[in-house]
């Protein structure tokens, strides 16, 4: 192989997706960066391919088509079964190497978290982490800063021609936001944030169209550090707020008894057939586990049903909920933010309120 050169920015051309797979089974990021990646691509006049690793999956790899991936690289191997970083690192580097792709999207699981770092580490290239927004054309970025802060953008100047990836992420705990640029090498690599990037409707045409590609490969044992001898599945109760059809969450409101408040939407919840989450502010004070937390330092939600109980509307809060399908907010000071984002707003002692909500919501389902 020859000299890996990452200067020659010309020389870099497609969008690739790390595409995470836990048992044979392909993960819900994927499909999003898959999306998304289609988004980026289009801008830049290339394709969107997948990397898919593991051992006898090349059958699942055409799903990816069907949300956008012009192609997918499979790579095959007993040794690619459970994900460990060297030999994952190794064989997706060597591949940059050799294809030189421009952008490299990741999914911010744990398992994208340890990748990438140690990816752009041998690729002598940056890393964005945790990214919430992406963007190529300029227009499309000015158009997000005008909806998204408080940028005076009359005393900006933008280069109109710039194609660098532009990588939104939280900053100072999630009180600013900053987007960052890779303009002196390539790839430029991100690891997104699950549930922050929209998927795209499913379209059997283009995934029957997707090309498989299995490139050669090479990993011995010399490669390897470590072995992966047993997989043991924690017995703990993971929430999954990021696929949820309805999340009851609660805030500060509930500071006066917090255990009753945590019963209330656990029932509410119940009634809905949805989940529990939770602001930063029950995270911090021990109420939740950082597992229930939604906003920018936490998870994005995109349920049908987002009922906010007791959260005053902190714009960090906002940012992880607000393209929910339906906001109802239950809040005693009429003037929370809060209710600036919510299709329904109720004034009132949650306490209250919520247990009316329960008996009514049991009425109707009762149906």
Request: proline content about 4%.
């Amino acid at each position: 192989m020859a000299a890996f050169n990452n200067t020659d920015l010309a020389a870099f051309r497609g969008v690739w997706v790390f595409c995470e797979q836990r048992g044979g089974k392909l993960m819900p990021t994927d499909f999003e960066l898959i999306s998304e990646g289609r988004k980026l691509a289009d801008e830049l006049g290339t394709e969107v391919c997948g990397v898919l690793l593991g051992d006898g999956v090349e059958g699942i790899a055409k799903e990816l088509g069907g949300y956008g991936a012009d192609r997918v690289y499979v790579c095959e191997s007993p040794r690619l079964k459970d994900y460990t970083t060297d030999a994952y690192a190794k064989l997706i580097c060597d591949l940059v190497m050799e294809k030189k792709p421009e952008v490299l999207l990741i999914g911010a699981s744990n398992i994208g978290r340890d990748l990438g770092p140690r990816m752009a580490a041998r690729l002598h290239t940056g890393l964005t982490a945790d990214c919430t927004h992406l963007d190529v054309d300029v227009s499309k970025y000015i158009e997000f800063l005008r909806e998204s802060s408080t940028i005076d953008l009359t005393t900006q100047k933008f280069n109109m021609e710039d194609r660098n990836l532009k990588m939104t992420r939280p900053a100072f705990g999630g009180h600013l936001m900053a987007t960052i640029i890779c303009p002196r090498f390539r790839p430029c690599m991100s690891t997104v944030r699950p549930g922050v990037m929209k998927k795209a409707p499913f379209d059997q045409a283009k995934a029957d169209a997707c090309i498989i590609e299995k490139p050669a490969f090479s990993l011995q044992d010399s490669d390897l550090r470590t072995e992966v001898l047993e997989v043991v599945k924690a017995t703990r109760q993971m929430v999954d707020l990021a696929g949820a059809k309805v999340v009851v969450s609660v805030g500060r409101g509930i500071s006066k008894d917090v255990q009753k408040g945590i019963a209330l939407a656990e029932e509410l919840a119940e009634v809905l057939g949805g989940v529990v989450g939770g602001s930063r502010a029950t995270t911090d004070a021990g109420w939740l586990t950082a597992d229930y937390q939604v906003g920018q330092t936490g998870k994005t939600v995109r349920p049908k049903i987002y009922i906010a109980l007791g959260i005053s509307g902190a714009i960090q809060h906002i940012a992880g909920m607000q393209d929910s399908e339906c906001i109802i907010a239950v809040n005693k000071n009429d003037t929370a933010p809060i209710f600036e984002v919510a299709d329904y707003g109720i004034a009132g002692d949650l306490f209250k309120v919520v247990p009316l909500m329960i008996e009514e919501f049991r009425r109707v389902t009762a149906k």
